[in-house]
């Protein structure tokens, strides 16, 4: 099946900073990504929608200064958390829809947890 | 409204079978996913069905779509220790752009030897 990578894994940073996760689909072109972020024992919550080539459609209450979302190509989508807070930390999972395909399968990455001191 | 509901917990004994229970409330989602979440890990799509099929069976999975009460099942026969996990259902919702997954809250399950 499809693969869709996330990296890093996980990271530690310092309040203030901003960290940025990439999401990439490793044998597929994926017109559409997703993030989400999930809490410990939590469903996953959708953040935005990622189309390459445009802005990020954000869901109601996410904020697009403090998650700003990069779709530069077809196969590589990141979420930068910018001047993260202990608040901030949280699982962020990616997934990805081949492109084309409106209603078919999204493949998932493996997940980067983010922890903030 | 967008909302997907889950029990939370689910315990059997190994070789029982397992079901998982959802409901959902958008009448015009197309597909509904089962998601298997293991610790720590992203999630895998274990099975899907379309709306107009009832029942769909794929070696120990089975799972039942009762449209008329907006509620899927997802039924593990023969449950294995590996079968331990998070147990995420989903609807797909259709807008212009696309669609997008709403998940439910997951049910854990717990198979004891």
């Known amino acids: 099946g499809a693969v869709v990578s996330q990296h890093p894994s996980w990271v530690i940073c310092k309040s203030g900073t901003s960290v940025k996760i990439e999401c990439r689909s490793l044998d597929f072109q994926a017109t559409t990504m997703f993030w989400y972020r999930q809490f410990p024992k939590q469903s996953l919550m959708l953040m935005a929608t990622s189309n390459e080539g445009s802005k990020a459609t954000y869901e109601q209450g996410v904020e697009k200064d403090k998650f700003l979302i990069n779709h530069a190509s077809l196969t590589l989508s990141t979420l930068t958390v910018t001047s993260a807070h202990p608040e901030d930390s949280s699982f962020y999972i990616c997934?990805?829809?081949?492109?084309?395909?409106?209603?078919?399968?999204?493949?998932f990455g493996e997940g980067s947890r983010l922890t903030v001191l | 409204g967008e909302d997907v509901e889950q029990s939370l917990f689910l315990s059997v004994r190994e070789g029982d079978s397992s079901v998982i229970n959802c409901t959902y409330t958008d009448s015009s989602s197309t597909y509904l996913y089962w998601y298997k979440q293991e610790p720590g890990a992203g999630l895998q799509l274990l099975t899907y069905?379309?709306?107009?099929?009832d029942m769909k069976q794929d070696q120990r999975l089975t799972v039942l779509l009762n449209k008329k009460d907006k509620h899927l099942s997802l039924r593990i026969a023969d449950t294995q220790t590996g079968d331990s996990a998070i147990y995420f259902c989903?609807?797909?919702?259709?807008?212009?752009?696309?669609?997008?997954?709403?998940f439910g809250q997951g049910t854990e399950l717990s198979v004891k030897p």
């Open positions: 997934s990805a829809r081949v492109s084309g395909v409106v209603t078919g399968e999204l493949f």
């Open positions: 069905i379309f709306s107009n099929m």
């Open positions: 989903a609807e797909i919702l259709i807008y212009n752009q696309g669609g997008k997954l709403i």
